[in-house]
Nanobody
Framework: QVQVVESGGGLVQAGGSLRLSCTAS????????MAWYRRAPGKQQRELVA????????NYAESVKDRFTIFRENAKNTVYLQMNSLKPEDTADYFC????????????WGQGTLVTVSS
């Protein structure tokens, strides 16, 4: 089994920064990709960005482009989301999805971490 745990959420004023972390642990052969999603109150969950094992990333969602940065530490099975210039509309639950190769590809989700940005 694989466990995925996010951390780093909290309350921050608009214009501030937070860094989220997501660590995968358990019976892992290879982590293929890790991605950040968020679900704002009353809205659908959206993918923000993903990073693959080589370090390449997908395109950032337009709403976070140039403000958020994803990076990972492969040795720690951890991915980070550096969030700068936060806006009240960034308030959401942030989730991490990890795709792991264990003979087949499997996806695991964390429980999420809440980010609240005050105006």
């Amino acid at each position: 089994q694989v466990q995925v745990v996010e951390s780093g959420g909290g309350l921050v004023q608009a214009g501030g920064s937070l860094r989220l972390s997501c660590t995968a642990s358990g019976s892992i052969d290879t982590i293929d990709a890790m991605a950040w999603y968020r679900r704002a109150p009353g809205k659908q969950q959206r993918e923000l960005v993903a990073i693959i094992s080589s370090g390449g990333t997908t395109n950032y969602a337009e709403s976070v482009k140039d403000r958020f940065t994803i990076f990972r530490e492969n040795a720690k099975n951890t991915v980070y989301l550096q969030m700068n210039s936060l806006k009240p509309e960034d308030t959401a639950d942030y989730f991490c999805k990890t795709r792991v190769y264990m003979g087949l590809y499997h996806e695991f989700w964390g429980q999420g971490t809440l980010v609240t940005v005050s105006s």
